[in-house]
């Protein structure tokens, strides 16, 4: 699942930013806490617990950084519970010196997961949009 929005704002700030775990709660809808279980800051092999709810459930799952292109991509993954997931932020700069910000969720389900993969996905989908917008607001309302 892939979602993008334009961010008016330079790409190496919308990168710096999206991409400190840190600031996941400020962003991300569904997402509560943020623990580094390694020093920050993020660098390839970091590993971040992250607690969410979704669907009316509590998720606790540890991310694993597997890349890291400087304002150019940002690659994490978890093998941990129901939902295995690699997230991948990419940053583009737009025509008008803007981002565009790509969000990537990939994964199988597992256990209940799998039953609820069609309206798991749905959701996601409608929290992707959301997240991305938060942060679009966030980044464009700094900078006025």
Not at 20 to 43: K, L, Q
Not at 62 to 79: I, K, N
Request: proline share 6%; aromatic share 10%; net charge negative.
């Amino acid at each position: 699942m892939e979602t993008s929005i334009e961010i008016d704002a330079a790409r190496d700030r919308v990168a710096a930013f999206a991409s400190d775990p840190e600031n996941a709660p400020r962003w991300y809808v569904n997402i509560s806490s943020v623990e580094w279980e390694t020093p920050p800051p993020a660098t390839v092999g970091s590993r971040i617990a992250f607690v969410a709810h979704f669907l009316g459930r509590r998720i606790a799952y540890t991310y694993e950084v597997r890349e890291l292109v400087d304002a150019e991509r940002f690659v994490m993954s978890t093998a941990e519970g129901p939902f295995p997931m690699k997230t991948t932020y990419t940053w583009a700069d737009t025509r008008i010196g803007g981002t565009r910000m790509t969000l990537r969720n990939e994964g199988e389900p597992s256990g209940f997961g799998q039953l609820a993969a069609p309206v798991m996905a749905a959701a996601m989908r409608r929290a992707n949009r959301k997240d991305l917008q938060a942060l679009k607001s966030l980044l464009e309302d700094a900078a006025t």
